[in-house]
């Protein structure tokens, strides 16, 4: 009977944090409304997707040391099943389609994971980077989601619900993502979950021969890292409103992806926020102020700067100085 208090703290603790999100969240919306400036809304759903992605990618790349390449594959999947449904169900409202999305791309991550986490190290890596391969293999020869040649979703003019553009609606949502998948991995940072990840990641011979159930764990690991890629990528049709492979499976978002948690920090759910905000920000300024091709190479400069300077991140920077 002792034990079901101690089990119950980390969602206890996790209450107040939740609230906070959302009091953050509510404000960061009303301050939108307020400036009722289109472009605000655009650029900070660039920054609210990436957060969600970097959050998604270190839940197994940072938490459990398996490092994955195949980012577009879950990604695509999330906006190409909301593709799919908007040409056979129109009336399906979008979180529906978020949902589905990103139970898709939790299903895949399943498949991939029970077939390739008893690799590891680089040789996993180039599993996940050949399952992008794949999955873009089908979706260009997919008709029905436009193939090659792409697919048109019309936005709504004026948003559900909360009225005015159609873009706040997609903010919105993005913003909901992003409460949900950092408080996910906050929960997991302080749960005995994340302790199992971490001597995954520090020693997984050590903590196998210790009874961690280390396929068990890699298994949670890529379901919620691959369902909350496809949550991040199932609003991005109404986003641009032209889907093909090319934009789908853009390289941006795999580099982003990984650049954006390892510049902020891997080992604290924070880091991925401080790195999108940061590198995603800078970004939305270069490509109004200069060029959008230069993204990848702020993203790939940065990212190989911290390597070699602040390999921790940012966060592991701060925290070793205090």
Known sequence: MADKPTSAAPVMRGVPFLLALLVVAGALFAFGRWLNISYAFFAGYVVLQYIVLGTAWNILGGYTGYVNFGITAFFAIGAY????????????????????????????????????????????????????????????????????????????????????????????????????????????????????FAAIRDDEGAAEASGVPTLKLKLIATVLSGGFMGMAGAPLPYYVTYLDPASGFSLNYAVNAIAMPLIGGTSSWLGPVVGAVLVGGLQEYIRVTISSAANVLVAGVLMVAFVIAAPEGIVGLFRRKR
């Not at 169900?89 to 389609?97: E, Q, R, T």
């Not at 180039?126 to 293999?137: K, N, S, Y």
């Not at 009225?163 to 749960?191: K, N, P």
């Open 81 to 196: 099943s909301s593709v799919f449904l908007y040409k056979v169900v129109p009336s399906l409202p979008l979180p529906a389609m978020v949902i589905i999305g990103g139970a898709l791309a939790g299903l895949v991550g399943l498949g991939m994971g029970y077939l390739t986490l008893r690799l590891r190290g680089v040789f996993f890596s180039i599993a996940t980077l050949a399952l992008a391969v794949v999955v873009q293999t089908l979706i260009t020869n997919w008709d029905f989601v436009g193939g090659a040649r792409g697919a048109y979703v019309l936005r709504p003019r004026m948003a559900p619900l909360i009225g005015g553009d159609y873009i706040q609606y997609l903010f919105l949502v993005m913003l909901g993502l992003c409460v949900i998948a950092v408080a996910t991995a906050r929960a997991i940072e302080h749960s005995a979950l994340g302790y199992g």
